[in-house]
């Protein structure tokens, strides 16, 4: 029975790759067997013996996740800049009663991200803007882009070569990174400018850690340590799949599943 797309049932990412893996194998889309890799060592979620290589994604809302970076996060200074503030956190969760590290937490991790959009203006320089469509770029050059839609009930692939931040950095576009709603938060969004045209292409930068605060805390938390990271996110995939050619396949219970083209 080909993979049914359940909205009411939460998919992990994980196991969101094995479920378009098996739906894509049975349906033939390549001709051959679609294998799962994952893990931290591989670039690509999945791959066929004809070379074909793919980046497989949950689209639930308005935003799918492009990658996570720690590397890039130390590199810039996020790493050494929060490092003073977990310390001190540190030291001071150890005389807050245990009953009130919950609510003692939560405004820590409010003010850690005030710091943190407060930095940004630093650290959101145009060679790192560049640097981070670059690594983008070259991180998924060549693959598919599988997309499961979970509300529709569909899934769209599109070679990533069409995504609009590859068409316009070959055309001589260059990033910057700004501050779409002239808010203070910790994300910020990448504009392709040249010439005095700016194109939204939809690509927002987080500024975050992965675990948070609580590791610190009597909560109890399985992570034992917090890391500073940079999240790529596509804003309006709607907007994105408008915009390059795709193949189309409706989730279904039959086992006959036919694409739109």
Same mark, same amino acid.
């Given at each position: 029975?080909?993979?049914?797309?359940?909205?009411?049932?939460?998919?992990?990412?994980?196991?969101?790759?094995?479920?378009?893996?098996?739906?894509?194998?049975?349906?033939?889309?390549?001709?051959?067997?679609?294998?799962?890799?994952?893990?931290?060592?591989?670039?690509?979620?999945?791959?066929?013996?004809?070379?074909?290589?793919?980046?497989?994604?949950?689209?639930?809302?308005?935003?799918?996740?492009?990658?996570?970076?720690?590397?890039?996060?130390?590199?810039?200074?996020?790493? /050494?800049? !929060?490092?003073?503030? $977990? @310390?001190?956190? =540190?030291?001071? *969760?150890?005389?807050?009663?245990?009953?009130?590290?919950?609510?003692?937490?939560?405004?820590?991790?409010?003010?850690?991200?005030?710091?943190?959009?407060?930095?940004?203006?630093?650290?959101?320089?145009?060679?790192?803007?560049?640097?981070?469509?670059?690594?983008?770029?070259?991180?998924?050059?060549?693959? /598919?882009? !599988?997309?499961?839609? $979970? @509300?529709?009930? =569909?899934?769209? *692939?599109?070679?990533?070569?069409?995504?609009?931040?590859?068409?316009?950095?070959?055309?001589?576009?260059?990033?910057?990174?700004?501050?779409?709603?002239?808010?203070?938060?910790?994300?910020?969004?990448?504009?392709?400018?040249?010439?005095?045209?700016?194109?939204?292409?939809?690509?927002?930068?987080?500024?975050?850690?992965?675990?948070?605060?609580?590791?610190?805390? =009597?909560?109890?938390?399985?992570?034992?340590?917090?890391?500073?990271?940079?999240?790529?996110?596509?804003?309006?995939?709607?907007?994105?799949?408008?915009?390059?050619?795709?193949?189309?396949?409706?989730?279904?219970?039959?086992?006959?599943?036919?694409?739109?083209?």
């Amino acid at each position: 029975m080909s993979y049914k797309n359940d909205g009411s049932v939460h998919h992990g990412g994980v196991q969101n790759e094995k479920d378009m893996c098996a739906f894509l194998t049975e349906i033939d889309h390549y001709g051959c067997e679609l294998v799962h890799r994952g893990g931290t060592k591989q670039v690509q979620d999945a791959d066929t013996k004809n070379g074909d290589e793919a980046t497989i994604k949950k689209w639930e809302g308005a935003t799918h996740d492009w990658y996570n970076s720690s590397p890039l996060a130390r590199e810039v200074g996020l790493s /050494d800049r !929060i490092q003073p503030f $977990i @310390k001190k956190f =540190k030291k001071e *969760i150890a005389n807050i009663p245990a009953d009130e590290h919950y609510t003692y937490r939560k405004e820590q991790e409010e003010k850690l991200r005030e710091f943190i959009a407060d930095s940004l203006d630093e650290l959101c320089t145009d060679a790192f803007a560049d640097k981070f469509v670059r690594e983008f770029i070259n991180h998924s050059k060549g693959m /598919d882009v !599988i997309i499961n839609e $979970i @509300k529709e009930k =569909k899934v769209h *692939i599109y070679k990533f070569d069409q995504h609009p931040a590859v068409v316009y950095y070959n055309k001589g576009y260059k990033p910057v990174i700004i501050s779409k709603s002239g808010k203070k938060k910790c994300s910020r969004n990448i504009f392709m400018v040249k010439d005095g045209d700016k194109v939204d292409i939809g690509l927002r930068v987080r500024f975050v850690t992965n675990n948070g605060l609580k590791p610190f805390t =009597k909560e109890g938390s399985t992570n034992k340590s917090t890391t500073a990271t940079i999240k790529l996110q596509q804003d309006n995939v709607k907007n994105i799949l408008s915009k390059v050619t795709k193949v189309c396949y409706p989730v279904v219970d039959e086992t006959n599943v036919y694409p739109d083209w």
